[in-house]
């Protein structure tokens, strides 16, 4: 980056650092921060949701027959419905889970997860939409480069 001119520098940190160049890395990282800084508080709708520990429900997003374990997040305007969303996952804004249940994950925003019997250890990027078949058993997949699909 020096060759190329621009400007580096070091810095001193008094605190915890974490190197998440990987997924196992990024769902650790996750893990921490939720432990150290989730709170529970309710800004979202719930809707016969069974609320179990410290879970932060940001405005505008609603769970409707439910389980929600902490320490978790739920971004704003989500939809959750019928579902569990287990310890240590965080979901992005504008995400809609419908029938599935996901523990100790990462999910970005715009994402559509329906039908998922479970899902762990995952990251799931943006817009993105995994929907079980219920007709056919019949895998179909658009994987992004530098992806690891596990079934």
């Not at 650092?17 to 990024?26: A, F, M, P, Y």
């Not at 990027?125 to 219920?134: L, P, V, Y």
């Given at each position: 980056m020096i060759n190329m001119g621009y400007k580096v520098k070091a810095e001193k940190l008094e605190t915890w650092?974490?190197?998440?160049?990987?997924?196992?890395?990024?769902l650790y990282a996750n893990a921490k921060i939720l432990d150290e800084y989730i709170k529970k508080e309710i800004n979202g709708e719930t809707i016969n949701t069974k609320i179990e520990?410290?879970?932060?429900?940001?405005?505008?997003?609603?769970?409707?027959?439910?389980?929600?374990?902490?320490?978790?997040?739920?971004?704003?305007?989500?939809?959750?419905?019928?579902?569990?969303i287990g310890p240590y996952t965080s979901i992005g804004n504008n995400t809609q889970i419908i029938e599935s249940s996901i523990e100790y994950s990462v999910v970005l925003e715009n994402t559509l997860i329906k039908g998922v019997d479970r899902?762990?250890?995952?990251?799931?990027?943006?817009?993105?939409?995994?929907?079980?078949?219920?007709?056919?058993?019949?895998?179909?997949?658009?994987?992004?480069?530098?992806?690891?699909?596990?079934?």
């Open positions: 650092w974490l190197d998440t160049g990987k997924k196992d890395d990024i520990g410290r879970v932060t429900i940001q405005k505008n997003a609603k769970t409707i027959n439910s389980t929600i374990r902490g320490p978790a997040i739920i971004g704003q305007n989500c939809h959750i419905e019928n579902s569990f899902l762990e250890e995952s990251l799931i990027g943006r817009n993105t939409k995994i929907i079980k078949n219920q007709k056919h058993k019949t895998l179909k997949l658009n994987v992004g480069d530098y992806s690891e699909v596990e079934i």
